[in-house]
């Protein structure tokens, strides 16, 4: 399928556990990003990516991990989940550096 | 200050009324401008872009850029019930990522 994906679409988890957010895109966009959205914050950045094997800080990277070794792919790691990182988490991907973005159809993850 | 400042809401208008939803940012770097729809419980849309200073239109919504005055705004002509959503703007500097609003909440009453 054409787009973006993410997997899982809601994750469930204990404190202190490790977990992997997907994300997929197939317009072979240069840029991925990762954002959380809690109620009041709106959205904010974790981590962006311009190209493969090349990634960025976003404004709250504490606690989270990513790796691009392929364009299509942005995977996104909780090492130590805490219960501050229950959110709704998006994937983006966008053509260039001024283009908009389009945006996977999210992760509700909980931690216990 | 935020990077980016959006009237805080919720705004409510009747439905076929104009929506006005604004915007302000503080990197004069800024180069591209962004407005996305949100509803509840589903990701951002976009809906509009907008580039250089002056209007764009696009059926009913018209995204207006002030680089001078580092604002921009949506405007949304006849509003209708399903224009019910949280609009989002969006700043990118030429760092390649945006930073956005917290947004405003938009409620079109039959």
């Known amino acids: 399928d054409a787009g973006i994906t993410q997997s899982p679409r809601y994750k469930i988890t204990e404190t202190g556990r490790q977990v992997t957010l997907m994300c997929h895109q197939t317009?072979?966009?240069?840029?991925m990003f990762w954002y959380r959205q809690d109620l009041g914050h709106g959205l904010r950045l974790i981590y962006y990516s311009a190209a493969a094997d090349i990634t960025d800080k976003g404004e709250v990277p504490d606690g989270y991990v990513v790796s691009r070794s392929k364009t299509e792919n942005f995977p996104l790691t909780l090492e130590s989940a805490t219960r501050s990182q229950t959110s709704v988490y998006f994937c983006?991907?966008?053509?260039?550096?001024?283009?908009?973005?389009?945006f996977g159809p999210g992760t509700r993850l909980t931690v216990l | 200050q935020k990077e980016v400042e959006q009237n805080s809401g919720p705004l409510s208008v009747p439905e076929g009324a104009i929506a006005s939803l604004n915007c302000t940012y503080s990197d004069r770097g800024s180069q591209s401008f962004f407005w996305y729809r949100q509803y509840s419980g589903k990701s951002p849309e976009l809906i509009m872009s907008?580039?250089?200073?002056g209007d764009k239109e696009d059926g009913r919504f018209t995204a207006q850029l002030n680089k001078a005055s580092q604002y921009v705004s949506l405007l949304i002509r006849d509003s209708q019930p399903s224009d019910s959503a949280t609009y989002l703007c969006?700043?990118?500097?030429?760092?390649?990522?945006?930073?956005f609003g917290d947004g405003t909440t938009l409620t079109v009453k039959p």
């Open positions: 907008i580039y250089s200073n």
């Open positions: 969006a700043v990118n500097t030429n760092a390649g990522k945006s930073t």
């Open positions: 983006a991907s966008g053509a260039g550096a001024y283009n908009e973005q389009f």
């Open positions: 317009w072979s966009h240069s840029y």
